[in-house]
């Protein structure tokens, strides 16, 4: 017979700090509590918390620093780094591709964030969704596509679906371009941006709510305005083309 294997509370404790990570509650840098604090969180001994930190450290997933604390790994979370990405961020093209492709993940992160968000989810949500106010008041259309990634972002955390809030966190600099040139196409049209916000409001009430499938639907329809637009100004522009070309073969 065998000797019965029993678990050990270190394995507990990194299995839960493993969970912070993959949900969104542990950020990538960021500092973990003491030692104590955490003994005290778990309700556990201070050598077992010390002993889980040594095998996550072991792991790659925190970094301890002297007389500093232990933080999260910045590497945990990592972009991804195909080049390919950074070609599509910076093709016109690629614009209606992403656009596509967040019509499927957002109308699902919103979608499970009113069905799943915390109240402390809702309310970082909500934080986030003001910041975009500010952001706007200061005319810069990169740091309103960032204030509106970081929306998008706590929304997915409030999804409680850890492939989701990853998979956009590794896609965080090709989407906030893609959402840097929308803001700087729309910009032409004074008229877009209360149309954004308004889209934005009704997106964060049903999300608010607790109604999943409104959220999805206002996700639905922000995303589809905006691609709606853009392919309309693209139009008008393939028709100035149009009209120059004509003009220079007659003169």
Request: glycine share 6%; net charge neutral; aromatic share 6%.
């Amino acid at each position: 017979m065998r000797r019965v294997q029993t678990r050990k509370i270190s394995d507990d404790i990194m299995e839960q700090l493993q969970a912070m990570m993959l949900d969104g509650s542990l950020e990538a840098g960021q500092k973990l509590a003491p030692e104590r604090a955490l003994a005290e969180q778990f309700e556990v001994s201070r050598p077992s918390v010390r002993e889980a930190i040594q095998k996550l450290e072991a792991k790659g997933l925190v970094i301890r620093k002297q007389g500093g604390g232990t933080f999260v790994s910045e590497n945990t979370f990592g972009e991804l780094s195909d080049p390919l990405f950074d070609l599509m961020a910076k093709n016109p093209n690629s614009q209606f591709e992403l656009l596509e492709f967040r019509l499927g993940i957002e109308g699902m992160a919103a979608y499970y964030a009113a069905m799943r968000g915390t109240p402390a989810d809702l309310k970082i949500i909500q934080n986030k969704y003001d910041a975009i106010g500010l952001a706007q008041i200061e005319n810069d259309y990169r740091l309103e596509a960032e204030a509106l990634y970081d929306f998008l972002k706590a929304i997915c955390i409030g999804s409680r679906n850890a492939v989701i809030l990853h998979l956009i966190k590794s896609m965080a600099s090709i989407i906030t371009v893609n959402l840097e040139q929308n803001i700087t196409a729309m910009a032409k049209n004074p008229g877009m941006f209360e149309k954004m916000r308004v889209y934005h409001s009704k997106l964060l009430a049903a999300i608010l709510a607790g109604k999943p499938q409104k959220a999805w639907s206002e996700s639905h329809n922000h995303l589809t305005f905006i691609e709606k637009e853009l392919m309309l100004q693209t139009q008008e522009q393939t028709s100035m083309l149009r009209s120059f070309g004509g003009l220079q073969r007659h003169t």
